[in-house]
């Protein structure tokens, strides 16, 4: 069985290795990596992905972080082979809309801040070296510019009223030490969104690096009938 995997900010599609792997050999799962050097709003990188999905072939859809409300509204379209919806550490509406009104800085242009600084910020105790590193690398290649652009979609987007029309059996893994996407993300969906089943794994906001193995399982657990 297929699964695309739509990536959070970074775009780059290089961090899921290990949950690749975890997920074989039930799941094959394919990545989409956003074009590093074009700014491209929600709506183009929703078109972006469409164009890439699997013809005939059943898939499984996965939005980790950044991307969930791109996948949301790819499921809510009902593209014919799609067998169900995996939502990571995401969001249907902007995780954080107090900070719209700092949107017009980010039209400014301002540098990325250092990834080494950002990381124990957002991590905590999470926060490795190794993981540190691999996160440089894959921002490496993303223009600041098209960072700010990302940002300033997620602060703005709202991709609930599309919920509703979603039919497919959908699960939100939510990271029980998530410091970027509050819990109240995942119960807005659920009110939008009673089928949603919720398994909540110990970890960071960057679930499927850091709990790679567990994400996997569940997964895998919820969707047998793909197998």
């Known amino acids: 069985m297929r699964a695309v995997l739509l990536p959070g900010m970074d775009g780059s599609g290089t961090l899921h290795g290990e949950f690749v792997a975890a997920m074989a050999p039930r799941f094959q799962v394919e990545t989409v990596a956003y074009p590093p050097d074009r700014i491209l709003s929600?709506?183009?990188l929703q078109a972006f992905v469409v164009d890439r999905l699997p013809g005939d072939a059943p898939f499984l859809l996965i939005g980790e972080s950044f991307s969930g409300p791109i996948a949301i509204r790819i499921a809510a379209a009902r593209p014919p082979s799609l067998i169900g919806l995996v939502l990571c550490a995401s969001f249907a509406a902007s995780p954080r809309p107090w900070l719209r009104h700092l949107q017009p800085l980010l039209g400014l242009p301002l540098p990325k801040p250092p990834t080494r600084m950002l990381m124990p910020a957002m991590m905590d105790r999470w926060t490795t070296r190794d993981w540190t590193r691999r996160e440089q690398r894959a921002l490496a290649d993303l223009p600041a510019a098209v960072a700010r652009a990302r940002l300033?979609?997620?602060?703005?987007?709202?991709?609930?009223?599309?919920?509703?029309?979603?039919r497919d059996p959908v699960l939100y893994l939510q990271a029980s030490h998530d410091r970027l996407v509050p819990r109240r993300c995942w119960?807005?969906?659920?009110?939008?969104?009673?089928?949603?089943?919720?398994?909540?794994?110990?970890?960071?906001?960057?679930?499927?690096?850091?709990?790679?193995?567990?994400?996997?399982?569940?997964?895998?657990r919820h969707f047998p009938a793909a197998v």
């Open 152 to 166: 300033s979609e997620v602060l703005k987007v709202d991709a609930t009223a599309e919920l509703a029309r979603i």
């Open 42 to 44: 929600y709506a183009q």
């Open 187 to 220: 119960h807005e969906i659920h009110a939008h969104l009673p089928r949603a089943t919720r398994v909540r794994l110990r970890g960071p906001h960057f679930l499927l690096q850091h709990q790679p193995a567990l994400a996997a399982r569940a997964v895998q």
